[in-house]
């Protein structure tokens, strides 16, 4: 059990750590003046929102595990 909750806890932290890079990322390419490959931004975006999906899950989780 023990186990299963820190392999959460490292999944939580890796996708908290790659939804930032993806921000940082997207925010960057908003504010340069360069063109943008609009198929590639909304692939980064949906990446994202996955990511962000999937830390609610895993925090969700770790939270139903430790009041369990």
Same mark, same amino acid.
């Given at each position: 059990?023990?186990?299963?909750?820190?392999?959460?806890?490292?999944? @939580?932290?890796?996708? =908290?750590?790659?939804?930032?890079?993806?921000?940082?990322?997207? /925010?960057? #390419?908003?504010? *340069?003046?360069?063109?943008?490959?609009?198929?590639?931004?909304?692939? @980064?975006?949906?990446? =994202?929102?996955?990511?962000?999906?999937?830390?609610?899950?895993? /925090?969700? #989780?770790?939270? *139903?595990?430790?009041?369990?």
């Amino acid at each position: 059990m023990q186990e299963e909750l820190e392999e959460l806890k490292a999944k @939580l932290t890796e996708y =908290k750590v790659e939804h930032q890079a993806l921000d940082e990322l997207i /925010e960057k #390419a908003m504010r *340069d003046n360069a063109p943008v490959n609009l198929l590639h931004m909304q692939q @980064l975006k949906k990446k =994202k929102l996955w990511l962000k999906d999937m830390i609610q899950k895993l /925090e969700s #989780a770790l939270i *139903d595990d430790i009041i369990a």
